[in-house]
């Protein structure tokens, strides 16, 4: 299983924009679907976006309240995804993750992924 350590995490304006990366310990991703959830104060972890393997075409996936604001991209090379987070909202405050899923289609269910990183928190104020 992967190893994932999330970064990029921190305190932006609205309407600012964060990226953050997930990086794996593994010698390839190549084979390996990640996917990026959050998880508010009270609330329960949401599917954010969500890449599948390269074997699977890397197709990504989004929440409705992230779509068009949020993209999701890999560089195998360095062994990292990406979540670049544009047009930042109050409400995308939380901790997020990422999470990977061997051989996987990149889907926003949590239960569908078996590696976590701790987690990196994103808070939107002014």
């Known amino acids: 299983q992967l190893q994932l350590e999330e970064s990029g995490g921190g305190l932006v304006q609205p309407g600012g924009s964060l990226r953050l990366s997930c990086a794996a310990s593994?010698?390839?991703?190549?084979?390996?679907?990640v996917g990026w959830f959050r998880q508010a104060p009270g609330k329960e972890r949401e599917g954010v976006s969500a890449?599948?393997?390269?074997?699977?075409?890397?197709?990504?996936d989004y929440a409705d309240s992230v779509k068009g604001r949020f993209t999701i991209s890999r560089d195998n090379a360095k062994k990292t995804v990406y979540l670049q987070m544009n047009s930042l909202k109050p409400e995308d405050t939380a901790v997020y993750y990422c999470?990977?899923?061997?051989w996987g289609s990149g889907s926003l269910f949590a239960r569908d992924f078996t590696s976590w990183g701790q987690g990196t928190q994103v808070t939107v104020s002014s």
């Open positions: 999470a990977s899923q061997r």
């Open positions: 593994r010698f390839t991703i190549d084979d390996y679907a």
């Open positions: 890449i599948s393997s390269s074997g699977r075409g890397s197709k990504t």
